[in-house]
């Protein structure tokens, strides 16, 4: 294990050892100016934690989406977007809680220990994936509505995104990380909203929306690494069968 963790640590290029520490601080400093409460300073600091873990594509990613999620329920409800409340507490949590199993289960069949489980999805399951996004925006669209949610396009937009993003997550799949790119546009626009209307709390939520502008950065990123984990994945499998080929 202590050696994973030295590995782990070696394994940051000089990207990451500057975007980690400056996205951390950057969040720090705007908290300090625009005193921010406790809760909206410590979601934006795990969240940060959490999509640069996922952008690494390190298996224990899910549980900080976990944390990360838990404390965005809490701030939610305080502002009354029911909408995000439900889709995380009832959905996306027990979503993750299966995907890190997932990923587990399947290393422990001699899959690689640190690292994602990767995959590319059928054309069917495109359809599948495009037809309940569709789906699961219009119904939630109706059922916040009822709930008298605040911004409701907004919450509905990213409740459907969410679930989206989260299911290719547990997929493996490397674009999960455009929709979470999208969903984060959406929801620092949600998240400013208050400022914009110019309530006293928006300026709160600065520190939030400073975090998902780092969530933009860190899925960018993700984007890339994982497309060249993948790239170099399909190398090693590559060369694997043509030693068995000449084994045979």
Same mark, same amino acid.
């Given at each position: ?16 050892? !500057? &975007? *980690?520490? $400056?996205? #951390?601080?950057?969040?720090?400093? +705007?908290?300090? %100016?625009? /005193? ?52 995380? !507490? &009832? *959905?996306? $949590?027990? #979503?993750?809680?299966?995907?890190? +199993?997932?990923? %587990?289960? /399947? ?142």
């Amino acid at each position: 294990m202590k050696q994973k963790i030295i590995d782990f640590f070696k394994s940051f290029t000089l990207f990451e050892m !500057l &975007f *980690l520490p $400056i996205a #951390l601080i950057a969040v720090l400093v +705007v908290s300090i %100016v625009f /005193k921010c409460d406790a809760l909206s300073i410590v979601y934006s600091v795990v969240g940060i934690l959490a999509t640069f873990f996922l952008a690494k594509g390190v298996f224990f990613a899910p549980l900080c989406l976990i944390a990360m999620y838990a404390l965005y329920v809490a701030q939610s409800y305080l502002q009354n977007l029911y909408g995000e409340v439900i889709l995380y !507490l &009832f *959905l996306l $949590i027990p #979503l993750q809680i299966y995907t890190f +199993v997932n990923w %587990v289960v /399947k290393q422990k069949q001699g899959r690689n220990s640190t690292t994602a489980i990767m995959r590319d999805l059928h054309w069917k399951e495109w359809v599948c994936v495009i037809v309940g996004y569709i789906a699961i925006g219009v119904a939630s669209y109706f059922a916040l509505g009822a709930l008298d949610t605040n911004y409701l396009l907004l919450s509905a937009i990213c409740f459907a995104g969410a679930c989206l993003a989260n299911y290719l997550t547990m997929r493996g799949n490397i674009f999960q990380f455009v929709v979470y790119l999208v969903n984060d546009i959406v929801l620092i626009v949600m998240w400013l909203m208050p400022i914009i209307e110019g309530l006293p709390i928006g300026t709160n939520f600065v520190p939030m929306a400073v975090a998902f502008a780092a969530y933009i950065a860190n899925n960018i990123y993700g984007l890339v690494n994982w497309y060249k984990i993948i790239k170099k994945k399909k190398a090693q499998q590559v060369l694997l069968e043509n030693n068995e080929e000449e084994v045979k």
